[in-house]
């Protein structure tokens, strides 16, 4: 477990790739949000969390199985990750910030992929500019 790395991981550097290429410009594992999320947009107040469907239980999906071994040991520690998961999402949310999630196995379908975060982004620019000019 060691050497499971938590930044630069290739389904982070694959959704940093789709953004770039999009022409969106970002921030990575800024420490003074909770969670120190892998990609921040400041300019759209957006967060984007790329979570492993293995660690983070992903639902539903292949890549989330439960190893063999050790079941309790395993358990307990997918079950706080859920828990931190929830509560960093929480907590980004109460600081006024969009939060989107980005599971490992979504980042295969790269214009599938590219059309969730532009649709994402666009929705939280609509956002941001329906604050920022209140109709008087």
Not at 5 to 31: A, D, K, M, Q
Not at 45 to 61: I, Q
């Amino acid at each position: 477990m060691s050497r499971i790395r938590s930044r630069n991981t290739s389904p982070e550097r694959i959704v940093r790739s789709v953004l770039h290429r999009l022409g969106y410009r970002f921030r990575l594992h800024r420490r003074d949000l909770p969670g120190h999320p892998d990609i921040v947009l400041p300019r759209y107040r957006t967060v984007v969390l790329v979570h492993g469907c293995f660690w983070h239980r992903h639902k539903g999906c292949r890549f989330a199985y439960m190893p063999k071994t050790r079941v309790r040991f395993w358990l307990t520690k997918f079950a706080e990750n859920v828990e931190r998961d929830r509560r960093v999402r929480q907590h980004l949310r109460k600081l006024g910030w969009h939060v989107m999630v980005v599971w490992e196995c979504q980042t295969a379908r790269f214009e599938t992929l590219a059309r969730r975060l532009e649709r994402a982004l666009k929705s939280a620019e609509v956002a941001r500019d329906d604050h920022s000019n209140p109709r008087a």
